[in-house]
């Protein structure tokens, strides 16, 4: 190659500008850290370091408190072990959370890491939940840090605006995706302030992945006027489908049917548009409250709103906006923790017009700069690294995961190849193929028991009935089948799978194989001979359920078979049967909540005037409602049926408007409906009473 090839070479490849980009990182990295007249720098910078460490520090004593949930609420480590090998449960998130699945796979890959003989420590796993969650926050304070000369104020607005998602009204939710989420977002936006398109670009592919709101960066590329809008409007595009095919040929390959946009957990465009929760949004916005979302990221949001209005931040108020109206649409304005995406542009823009304030205004004809960007530290292009080494390893180690993960879902498909292996390489002697088969045997019946168990958990029971055929077909005396499949017949949603007869002939089955010791199954087989119409044999032998489990000290068991004698109690017409088996419940375990709701429901509403209680009913309800955060809607209207029956109408209404509330937020249109019928009675000044019939 000669000279002038290779420079057309390097010109072409634009080496000269990488290399600058290097020379930049070098000698801001010396400039920061030490270099001469630099020493008032380097200790702010170091100061400022310190309090970012301090804080994710904090932060993890903060967190780790909740790496379970709260009470009664396991939704924290219930999603942060969703990707997890030993209860591998994805399939059971809503459909817009099962897209996020960076955070979804690195969470479960650190989850494995304390898991033993499928087993966990509880203090171990709270250590590794706040670790992950606080590594999280001091990256982002360190991309704050390294870009902006006054981050101080940001870095402490930041941890103010988190410490929201700890109030009740927040729900005490704490995701894998919502800081890395924020920490990309803050990236791609800081990125764009300095023209570096392409690794914006990047930091928006990889956030995306962990929550789909990074996506709405993508309309900054529309305010790049250095490009002409063609290739504007072409590189927006691009970002979009990245996600969009991404995200469905991902969960395609783990067999996950999901639409490319799932907001709301829409299946469809028609599911897009909820018109109910956009107008109880509406009306919290118009309701004043001390939880109010006008307060959230510690106020600094509607701050600015109010201040960020001038061309220079056009494109970042496009971005607060839509990201704001998007929230509007789909998300509950009292769950403060999806506001926290948006808190670190928030408190750029707020230190921008406040450093315009406090310094000096130039004087007319003055040769200094005037203030028309961003207090952009001399170290920012250590960012560029720090940003590629940060989407390599989280996006390498979540790829790998992902194939893991594949490989692990497919038992069958190694029992299969297994089976190859051993038939082509026998020993030579009919003993040992036998028990070859036989250990093979084992782990088909073992792995179409798992098949059915997660078919039965992602509401597909047509599928799971057939493995359990095929485990019935392999061994006719396997009573985990014999019960999975005796349920599924009595117990289907699709009237269509159930079959009464063969579900008492299984489970009865399963009960002489056990010498009728197993509580479990003789409530199975309770259930069964009520759906057969055989309501006396299944009194009794919900009655022996009942007896066995607490004789053998099995508590759940004890509680479901109490819950099924009151069911079978308030079909039958018998209200004071089953008010005594809720207090039975209650006797053994005081925080039941099926058992507190029920009571009190019957207490406020029983047709017989002698079993209603009002001021016991709003005690159950009270603390059942308590024991749920105030979270569960069809809880809150029985709080509210209670509230009416002592006679307190005022708040009666007050509950079961927010009853109505949380139903329309979270899809429960029934409850919804049922519940505005209620208020109605309660605002003209009645209780509601039961005719003779079941409840609710």
């Known amino acids: 190659m000669n000279l002038r090839n290779r420079k057309d070479w390097m010109e072409r490849f634009n080496f000269s500008s990488l290399r ?43 967190v780790e408190n909740f790496a379970i949930g709260s009470p009664n609420d396991y939704t924290n480590g219930w999603v942060f072990t969703s990707c997890s090998f030993p209860g591998f449960h994805l399939d059971k998130l809503g459909d817009v959370w099962k897209g996020r699945l960076s955070g979804l796979l690195l969470s479960g890959w650190l989850f494995d890491s304390v898991v033993k003989d499928n087993q966990f420590g509880v203090e171990q796993y709270e250590r590794l939940f706040g670790l992950y969650q606080s590594l999280w926050l ?180 496009a971005v607060i906006v839509v990201y704001l109206g998007g929230q509007l649409m789909y998300g509950g304005l009292n769950e403060f923790r999806i506001f926290i995406q948006i808190l670190p542009l928030s408190l750029i823009l707020l230190s921008e017009r406040w450093q315009e304030y406090a310094e000096p205004r130039v004087a007319a004809g003055s040769s200094a700069p005037s203030v028309t960007a961003w207090a952009l530290r001399e170290t920012f292009p250590v960012l560029m690294p720090l940003t590629i080494v940060l989407i390599v390893l989280s996006s390498g180690i979540a790829g790998w995961r992902y194939c893991k993960i594949r490989e692990n879902l497919q038992p069958d498909r190694r029992g299969f190849s297994e089976l190859g292996r051993r038939n082509l390489e026998p020993e030579g002697h009919v003993s040992n193929l036998n028990v070859e088969y036989q250990l093979l045997r084992k782990d088909y019946i073992q792995a179409e028991l798992e098949l059915a168990r997660i078919s039965t958990e992602s509401q597909r029971p047509a599928e799971a009935i057939n493995h359990y055929q095929r485990v019935l ?20 949603s699709d009237t269509r799978l159930r079959n009464a007869d063969e579900a008492v002939r299984l489970a009865e089955r399963a009960c002489q194989l056990t010498l009728n010791r197993d509580a479990s199954l003789e409530g199975i087989l309770a259930v069964a001979c009520a759906e057969a119409g055989r309501l006396s044999n299944a009194v009794v032998t919900a009655q022996k359920a009942h007896a066995l489990a607490l004789a053998q000290g099995q508590k759940d068991v004890y509680v479901q078979a109490e819950l099924d004698l009151a069911k079978a109690s308030i079909d039958n017409q018998r209200p004071a049967e089953a ?79 927010k009853a109505r509330t949380l139903a329309l937020a979270q899809g429960q249109k029934d409850v919804a409906a049922r519940t505005e019928q209620l208020l109605k009675l309660y605002k003209s000044g009645q209780p509601y009473h039961q005719e003779a019939g079941p409840a609710p």
């Open 473 to 492: 077909a392999a061994d006719t005396n396997s009573v985990a089948a014999m019960s999975g499949l005796s349920w599924l017949r009595a117990t289907a």
């Open 579 to 657: 008010m005594k088996h809720y207090q039975s419940i209650l006797a053994v375990d005081t925080n039941s909540v099926a058992a507190m709701s029920s009571l009190s429901w019957l207490c406020a509403t029983a047709s017989d005037p002698r079993l209603r209680n009002g001021n016991e009913a709003v005690r159950l309800a009270e603390r059942a409602c308590q024991l749920t955060q105030n979270q569960e809607a069809s809880l809150v209207g029985i709080l509210a049926a209670a509230y009416a029956e002592a006679g307190r109408l005022s708040n009666a209404v007050v509950a079961a408007e």
């Open 138 to 317: 001091f990256l982002l304070f360190l991309a704050v840090i390294f870009a902006l000369r006054h981050s101080l104020f940001i870095v402490l607005g930041i941890f103010a605006g988190l410490m929201y998602g700890f109030t009740p009204a927040s729900g005490l939710y704490v995701y894998p995706w919502d800081l890395p989420a924020t920490l990309f977002f803050t990236l791609a936006v800081l990125f764009f302030e300095r023209r570096q398109m392409w690794l914006m670009a990047a930091a928006i592919c990889a956030g995306c992945f962990f929550k789909e709101t990074v996506l709405v960066c993508a309309l900054l590329v529309l305010f790049a006027t250095h490009w002409k809008w063609g290739k504007r409007v072409l590189i927006f595009a691009g970002l979009v489908a990245v996600y969009v095919l991404g995200k469905k040929w991902l969960l395609n390959q783990l067999h996950f049917q999901v639409a490319a946009f799932s907001m709301n957990n829409a299946t469809n465009w028609a599911g897009l548009f909820r018109r109910a929760l956009l107008i109880e949004n509406f009306k919290a916005l118009l309701s004043p409250t001390l939880n109010h979302a006008i307060f959230v990221n510690a106020g600094t949001l509607a701050a600015v709103l109010a201040l960020g209005w001038r061309r220079r931040f056009l494109p970042y108020m």
């Open 20 to 62: 600058a980009q290097l020379m930049n990182c070098r000698r801001a990295m010396g400039e920061a850290f030490g270099a001469p007249g630099r020493g008032i720098q380097w200790r702010f910078l170091f100061f400022e370091l310190f309090v970012a460490f301090s804080l994710s520090v904090t932060y993890y004593f903060l």
